[in-house]
């Protein structure tokens, strides 16, 4: 609603690269606006990125901790367009059918935020014992 507005309400195909890139990049600053648990991500993530630097992981680990923080960050944003197609496709009513979708959408977050958290673990603690 945000960006159709912004557009003087476009429906119609994006007609370059600049264009979709901006509507991409209001999509990522809504999530930042209406998920509170994305705020929580952003903040871990320059937390566990502090923490990268000061323990001067190697190239292999930078590349887990940066497809750990990228997966939860594409988990949410993933999360919140399902959730407003439900909310749109459900206009806010009850339905079962909206439930299950939330429910997994959620369980798809909470998937890959377990996953960052093994693979976190298993690149820090060593660390953090020595
Ligand atoms: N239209 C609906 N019909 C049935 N259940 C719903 C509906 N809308 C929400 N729910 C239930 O309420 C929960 C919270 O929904 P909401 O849209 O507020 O998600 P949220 O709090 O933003 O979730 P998350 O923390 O995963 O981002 C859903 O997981 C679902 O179980």
Request: charged share 20%.
């Amino acid at each position: 609603m945000t960006m159709a507005l912004k557009d003087k309400k476009q429906i119609q195909k994006n007609r370059h690269f600049f264009q979709s890139l901006r509507h991409a990049i209001d999509g990522i600053l809504h999530v930042l606006k209406v998920e509170r648990n994305f705020k929580i991500d952003i903040f871990v993530s320059i937390i566990v990125i502090l923490i990268s630097f000061y323990y001067q992981i190697s190239s292999a680990e930078w590349l887990w901790v940066v497809f750990s923080i990228f997966s939860v960050i594409i988990a949410e944003v993933a999360n919140t367009s399902i959730e407003t197609v439900v909310d749109l496709a459900a206009d806010f009513k009850y339905h079962d059918y909206a439930k299950y979708a939330k429910d997994t959408a959620a369980g798809f977050v909470v998937l890959t935020a377990m996953m960052a958290v093994i693979i976190g673990a298993i690149i820090f603690i060593p660390k953090f014992i020595n």
